[in-house]
C-alpha cells in the first residue's frame, strides 16, 4: 500500500510540480495551497507525512504542525524553508516535527528525507507506547575554551544528585549535554529518558508522566507507564521545560518535591528514585517574572545551570563537528566523502550558523548526498547559505578607501597567509583574490 502524503504550499505550480514527482516515485499524494485546505484534508483522511511550507497566505508551518500533531501524533511533519526561516525550522523540530528541507528543493534530498520519515513512523507503531525514546547519540567534545567549561561543569555535576537546567538556543545539544552529564553519573546503568514537553498535549500530560490504568478513562485500552516510573533509578530529562502549562508544571512539583507519583485510575502511590536534567531555549527566569513560569518549579530545576554555547561561539570546534557529522552522513547514505575541501572550510569558520548543531547535521547529510566526488566543495552548499555570509561580509562595513588598507592589515597580521587573512576579513579565498586582482596587490 502506498504511503500518504500532504503538500502544503501556496506555489500552485510548485505544489503540482512536487505531486507529479512523488507520484512518479509511488507516493500517494494530497495537494493543499492554503492552511484551511490542509486542515480539510487531515480531517478527512489520515497522512504518513506532511510536507509544508513554512511561510503560507493564512497561516504559517508551526501551527500546521500542531494541527497534524493533534489529529495523528505518528503523523510526521516535515518544513520546507528558505535561509530566512531556518530558526523557525529549527524551533518546529523541538515541537514534534520530524525535519526541514531547504528551498529550492533538491529531489534527491526530499525523497530521501521522506523515506526516513516514514521509517521513524513505523518504528513509532511498532514500538511500546509506554518506552519513552532515549538519546542514543554519542557525544563529541571540543577543544574550545567555551567546549572546555562545558565540559569542566559536566564533570562537576554529573556525580551529583542535583537537577540541572541546560539553557541554549536550538540545536545547540542539550539532550547531549544531559546525556553525558546521565553517562558520567552514578546512574549510568540506570534508564535515561528523555521528554519532549512542548508534544505532549495538556490533556494527556498526567498519563504520559505517571502513567494510568486500563479503562481509566476512553481510549486506556491498557495499562501504561509514566516516564516517571520508566525512569526510575537513572535520569528523567525534560527536554524544553517551558512550554508545559501551567497546570501540568504544578503536577510535576508536586511529583518533584514528594518523589511520589499516582498514576491515573490508581488509589495508590508509588515511589520513584530520579534525577531531573531539564532544557530550554526560553528565559525561565524572564517566564517566571511575567508568571508564565511557577518560581518554586524553576528553582526546584535549577539547583545547577548549565549553558550550551551557540556553534558560531565555538569557532575551533567547527571542524571536529564537521568531520563528525560528516562520518554519521557516509554510513546513513553509504557513501565516501572523504572531507572537506580547503574553501569550504574556510566558508564553515564564517558563516553564522543560525540552527547551531542541527543545521550542521542536515547541511553535511545534504552535501553528501549530493557529492559526487572524494570531498565536500563549495558547490554542493545551499546558495542562500553562501548568500547569507557574503551580506555579513565585514568588508561590506568599509568604504573603498579604507579596503585596501583594511586588505594589507589583515594579511600582515596573518603573515600574509591568504587563508587566513579571507577569515580575518570574514570573506572566502576567492573574493579576496579578486580585491588582491582589484588593487594590484602582488604576494
Known amino acids: ?61 508551526l501551527k500546521i504542525l500542531k494541527l497534524v500533531k493533534e489529529a495523528s501524533q505518528n503523523t510526521q511533519v516535515i518544513l520546507m524553508t528558505g535561509y530566512v526561516d531556518i530558526k523557525t525550522a529549527v524551533n518546529a523540530i523541538k515541537l514534534g516535527a520530524y525535519d526541514y528541507v531547504g528551498k529550492p528543493i533538491n529531489p534527491e534530498e526530499i525523497l530521501y528525507t521522506i523515506g526516513q520519515a516514514i521509517t521513524k513512523k513505523a518504528e513509532r507503531q511498532t514500538a511500546p507506547v509506554s518506552k519513552p525514546k532515549q538519546a542514543s547519540v554519542p557525544f563529541v567534545e571540543g577543544v574550545s575554551k567555551e567546549s572546555a567549561l562545558l565540559h569542566e561543569h559536566i564533570k562537576l555535576v554529573a556525580p551529583t544528585n542535583m537537577s540541572v537546567l541546560i539553557m541554549g538556543d536550538s540545536g545547540t545539544g542539550k539532550e547531549y549535554i544531559a546525556q553525558s552529564i546521565h553517562t558520567n553519573s552514578k546512574r549510568a546503568g540506570k534508564p535515561f529518558i528523555a521528554v519532549d514537553c512542548g508534544a505532549i498535549p495538556k490533556e494527556l500530560a498526567s498519563s504520559e508522566f505517571f502513567g494510568h490504568l486500563k479503562g481509566s478513562f476512553t481510549g486506556a485500552v491498557t495499562d501504561k507507564t509514566g516516564h516517571f516510573e ?60 511575567k508568571g508564565d513560569f511557577r518560581e518554586d518549579l524553576y528553582h526546584r530545576l535549577n539547583e545547577f545551570t548549565i549553558k550550551a554555547p551557540r556553534l558560531s561561539e565555538r569557532k575551533k570546534d567547527i571542524m571536529i563537528f564537521a568531520l563528525h557529522f560528516l562520518q554519521q552522513a557516509n554510513e546513513d547514505l553509504e557513501k565516501e566523502v572523504q572531507g572537506f575541501d580547503e574553501e569550504v572550510e574556510d566558508f564553515f569558520c564564517r ?24 570531498v565536500i566543495h563549495m558547490g554542493v552548499l545551499p546558495q542562500e547559505m553562501q548568500q547569507a555570509v557574503k551580506e555579513g561580509s565585514l568588508l561590506n562595513t568599509y568604504t573603498k578607501a579604507d579596503e585596501e588598507r583594511a586588505i594589507m592589515q589583515a594579511l600582515e ?28 596587490i602582488n604576494l
Open 1 to 61: 500500500m502506498s504511503s500518504k502524503i500532504l503538500v502544503i504550499d501556496d506555489d500552485t505550480a510548485f505544489c503540482m510540480m512536487l505531486k507529479t514527482f512523488l507520484q512518479k516515485n509511488a507516493y500517494e499524494v494530497t495537494n493543499a495551497f492554503t492552511a484551511e485546505q490542509a486542515q480539510q484534508e487531515i480531517s478527512k483522511q489520515k497522512f504518513d507525512v506532511v510536507l509544508t511550507d513554512i511561510r503560507l497566505p493564512d497561516s504559517d508551518g
Open 351 to 374: 558563516y553564522d550558523w543560525p540552527g547551531n548543531l542541527r543545521e550542521m547535521r542536515n547541511i553535511i547529510k545534504r552535501s553528501v548526498l549530493l557529492e559526487k566526488g572524494s
Open 230 to 289: 520508566a525512569a526510575n533509578g537513572g535520569t528523567l530529562f525534560l527536554d524544553e521545560v517551558g512550554n508545559l502549562s501551567y497546570e501540568v508544571q504544578v503536577q510535576l512539583l508536586r511529583a518533584l518535591q514528594e518523589r511520589k507519583i499516582k498514576p491515573v485510575g490508581s488509589n495508590q502511590e508509588t515511589q520513584v528514585d530520579i534525577r531531573v536534567v531539564a532544557a530550554t531555549n526560553e528565559d525561565l527566569a524572564e517566564a517566571v517574572k
Open 413 to 440: 597580521k596573518a603573515n600574509y597567509n591568504k587563508s587566513k587573512a579571507a577569515r580575518l576579513l570574514d570573506i572566502d579565498r576567492k573574493t579576496l583574490y579578486n580585491k588582491l586582482k582589484l588593487y594590484n
